[in-house]
Nanobody, 126 residues
């Protein structure tokens, strides 16, 4: 059974850090591009970052550039999102998503990914 499982969310103060993990099971993550998305209450889902299967290409939404870093460990079948200098507006449910892609880049569009994890809550508040 193909599965993505996010973890690492929680409550953190503004300026703090969290590292989210997206663990894959039932398939070889090295053949997939992975995206991180988030959805805040009352807002549409937003693409945050994505990384190609090899890790050679990454991209970020402007609001997180310089604060978030995406990485992957294909041997561990896991993708990470390191988040620093967190702001209250980063509060959301964070999802990882996968698409089979061996070449090319990745894009921050929900429609470009075809299976999803269940999400992990991130809350930034003092």
């Amino acid at each position: 059974q193909l599965r993505l499982a996010e973890s690492g969310g929680g409550l953190v103060q503004p300026g703090g850090s969290l590292r989210l993990s997206c663990a894959a099971s039932g398939f070889t993550l090295a053949n997939y591009a992975i995206g991180w998305f988030r959805q805040a209450p009352g807002k549409e889902r937003e693409g945050v970052s994505c990384i190609t299967n090899s890790g050679g290409y990454t991209t970020y939404v402007d609001s997180v550039k310089g604060r978030f870093a995406i990485s992957r460990d294909n041997a561990e079948n896991t993708v990470y999102l390191q988040m620093a200098s967190l702001k209250p507006e980063d509060t959301a449910v964070y999802y990882c998503a996968a698409v089979f892609r061996l070449f090319g880049s990745c894009v921050l569009s929900s429609a470009a990914f075809n299976f999803w994890g269940q999400g992990t809550q991130v809350a930034v508040s003092s």
